[in-house]
């Protein structure tokens, strides 16, 4: 008899332009699986009449949240008005979702973020975003690339005793990049555990000691498109994993 595996709850989208779909890339799902944990997508609705509770009985269905990518985070949560440079936001999504964020802390299940879910970690948490890097940052390189999704395109280094450090164990990586938004300020009890050579934060993770939660990790890089080439990348999936079966990384 195998042993059990952790069920991973995975945020998903919501797209009310795409006829109403339920949308949750299949990398995520595929990642959760190689790093072997099972997978179950949590969609947002409109239906929910309270997103507080709902994510908190969403959470007692699994053991870890990651939180994936996707459109812009609403400003208006970490109390500015839309940039002109504003993408697509969801706040059905950004509601249920910074829900799950609050209670994963609160109640000490592991949360990986990435991308979006990176940047969304960090508002519900407490901190802000840059709402557009070429905007608010004129010498920061292009984290937007035109190109295959697995393919790396930038440095980072990753900061020495971090959790992320213990985790991939290297100093500097080469990580692919899909975002014009950026983490900034960071969130109370967050720490950067990586940046890119222009200093926009490609990694958050919550400082030990800072609440009941001993997982709560953020990279602003795909990971889960990277693995197959890559496979130093499943190692933040395994991590999750490992974590919600009470391990440490
Ligand atoms: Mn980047």
Same mark, same amino acid.
Request: glycine share 10%; aromatic share 8%; with cysteine.
């Given at each position: 008899?195998?042993?059990v595996k952790p069920v991973i709850i995975i945020s998903a989208d919501w797209r009310e332009e795409a006829g109403g779909a339920i949308e949750l890339g299949n990398w995520y799902v595929s990642a959760?699986?190689?790093? @072997?944990?099972?997978p179950l997508a949590a969609p947002p609705s409109e239906d929910f009449d309270d997103f507080e509770s709902a994510a908190s009985d969403i959470l007692s269905a699994g053991s870890a949240l990651l ?9 208006? $949560? ?17 509601? *249920?979702?910074?829900? *799950? ?6 109640? @000490? ?7 979006? %879910? ?7 948490? %407490? @901190?802000?975003?840059? /709402? ?9 390189? +292009? ?8 393919? !790396?395109?930038?440095? &980072? ?17 080469? &990580? ?14 967050? &720490? ?14 919550? /400082?030990?000691?800072? %609440?009941?939660?001993?997982?709560? *990790?953020?990279? /602003?890089?795909?990971?889960? +498109?990277?693995?197959?080439?890559? !496979?130093?990348?499943?190692?933040? $999936? ?7 079966? %009470?391990?440490?990384?």
């Amino acid at each position: 008899m195998s042993a059990v595996k952790p069920v991973i709850i995975i945020s998903a989208d919501w797209r009310e332009e795409a006829g109403g779909a339920i949308e949750l890339g299949n990398w995520y799902v595929s990642a959760v699986i190689q790093a @072997g944990g099972i997978p179950l997508a949590a969609p947002p609705s409109e239906d929910f009449d309270d997103f507080e509770s709902a994510a908190s009985d969403i959470l007692s269905a699994g053991s870890a949240l990651l939180l994936s990518g996707g459109p812009d985070v609403d400003p208006c $949560f970490f109390g500015q008005g839309p940039h002109r440079r504003l993408g697509r936001v969801n706040p059905v999504r950004d509601q *249920l979702e910074m829900a *799950l964020a609050r209670h994963a802390l609160k109640r @000490g299940i592991p949360v990986l973020g990435i991308c979006r %879910g990176m940047q969304l970690l960090n508002v519900a948490a %407490g @901190g802000g975003l840059v /709402q557009d890097i070429q905007s608010s940052m004129p010498k920061a390189l +292009c984290h937007f690339v035109q190109a295959p999704r697995a393919y !790396p395109t930038h440095w &980072v280094t990753v900061v020495p005793g971090s959790m992320l450090h213990r985790i991939l164990g290297h100093d500097r990586i080469r &990580v692919n990049s899909f975002h014009h938004q950026a983490c900034s300020p960071l969130a109370p009890g967050f &720490v950067q555990a990586a940046r890119a050579d222009d200093g926009v934060v490609e990694a958050i993770e919550l /400082q030990p000691g800072q %609440g009941p939660s001993h997982f709560a *990790l953020g990279v /602003q890089w795909h990971p889960e +498109c990277m693995f197959r080439k890559f !496979p130093l990348f499943l190692r933040l $999936f395994e991590a999750l994993v490992k974590a919600a079966q %009470g391990g440490m990384p």
